[in-house]
């Protein structure tokens, strides 16, 4: 059994496509999905049609998705984030805001629990320290937890207590050895990191590994479609870097 899992597209469809085709190349039996499909990017729509017509799909919605579809209020978001959810409300048809409206917010499964922030706030919460990490770790049963929400990937475990950040490789091998990890699956469609790659993760069961892959896209293409929709510069630039 495999799982593919990504978070954070935010309506990059040239980032989300070379990531689908790879776990679909890498025969993964099904999918997760942490949340933030939407803002941000100029490709709301597409971006949840494609995700929603994956076989054997988890998903759960980010703050961006819940501001976009009216329950989340604006005045949580800074300013360039405010302006693509007001582009991105207007794009969004009324279809694709039903589909993001009917998400759980956690998905307890048998081999994993699913959040966008965190267990404790799965809307919220960015986990950035190994406090928080650790306070997290009593609040899902499943042997692994995954996340996204802050854009940068990493592996917590309750075996080395540490944080170890997935350096900027195009595969990193970890296998779960501690009996409670929170797995941070980073960001497809705007990586934080440093790295401007678009980043996902291939969870096997069996054997306990967890692999995380960097993939290059045409994020030019991204930034010429972000141009004429008006938003902002900020986020335009910020493909380059992956910052
Ligand atoms: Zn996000």
Not at 2 to 16: C, K, M, P, R, T
Not at 84 to 91: C, D, E, P
Not at 92 to 100: K, R, T, V
Not at 190 to 202: L, S
Request: aromatic letters at 10%; glycine letters at 6%.
């Amino acid at each position: 059994m495999s799982y593919g899992i990504f978070s954070d597209v935010h309506s990059n469809w040239e980032a989300l496509s070379v990531v689908l085709e790879y776990l679909e190349r890498q025969k993964v039996d099904s999918y997760i999905c942490c949340g933030d499909i939407v803002g941000y990017g100029p490709d709301p729509n597409k971006c949840v049609e494609k995700i929603f017509s994956l076989k054997n799909l988890s998903v759960v919605p980010g703050n961006h998705d819940k501001a976009a579809i009216g329950q989340k209020d604006l005045s949580w978001f800074n300013s360039s984030a405010r302006l693509a959810l007001i582009w991105t409300i207007k794009q969004l048809s009324s279809e694709n805001a039903e589909l993001l409206n009917k998400l759980p917010t956690t998905i307890a499964a048998d081999n994993f629990t699913a959040v966008h922030g965190s267990a404790r706030a799965p809307i919220d919460e960015y986990l950035y320290s190994s406090i928080q990490c650790e306070e997290n770790l009593n609040l899902f049963s499943t042997p692994v937890l995954f996340c996204g929400h802050t854009h940068i990937p990493f592996i917590y475990s309750s075996e080395d207590r540490k944080s170890n950040l997935s350096a900027i490789e195009t595969e990193n091998i970890f296998f779960l050895t501690g009996e409670k990890n929170i797995i941070n699956v980073g960001s497809v469609g705007q990586p934080r990191d440093g790295d401007n790659r678009a980043c996902c993760v291939i969870y096997n069961v069996a054997n306990k590994e967890i692999k995380f892959i960097r993939l290059e896209y045409n994020f030019a293409l991204t930034q010429q479609k972000m141009m004429p929709a008006n938003l902002p510069a900020s986020l335009i630039e910020r493909l380059t870097h992956g910052m």
